[in-house]
């Protein structure tokens, strides 16, 4: 069992950064790959970054490639999420998850623990 609590949403006017923190309980986030996702209202949610359990590897969707960047420090048990150059389409409610499995993904349904999430608001 994994416990995610985000931290670092608000509001920010087009063209600043935002860092989201998302903390794990347990002592096995280290053997976790980490994601970040998004859900605006109306809309399904949608991936926004992937990172392996090592730290290896990171993905990203085209819509934030160059602008956004997660990272983890499995010592701290925390995933990160650097944005830049935010824009009023990156207004939604973020999420991170933990994904149990062996492979990468950018689907929800791969990641078994989500936080509550934390809100995020880009004013034009």
């Known amino acids: 069992q994994v416990q995610l609590v985000e931290s670092g949403g608000g509001l920010v006017q087009a063209g600043g950064s935002l860092r989201l923190s998302c903390v794990a309980s347990?002592?096995?986030?280290?053997?976790?790959?980490m994601g970040w996702f998004r859900q605006a209202p109306g809309k399904e949610r949608e991936f926004v970054a992937a990172?392996?359990?090592?730290?290896?590897?990171?993905y990203y969707p085209d819509s934030v490639k160059g602008r956004f960047t997660i990272s983890r420090d499995n010592a701290k048990n925390t995933v990160y999420l650097q944005m830049n150059s935010l824009k009023p389409e990156d207004t939604a409610v973020y999420y991170c998850?933990?994904?149990?499995?062996?492979?990468?993904?950018?689907?929800?349904?791969?990641?078994?623990?989500w936080g509550q999430g934390t809100q995020v608001t880009v004013s034009s």
């Open positions: 998850a933990a994904n149990p499995r062996t492979y990468y993904s950018s689907s929800p349904v791969s990641y078994d623990y």
């Open positions: 347990g002592r096995t986030f280290s053997r976790y790959n």
């Open positions: 990172i392996t359990w090592s730290g290896g590897n990171t």
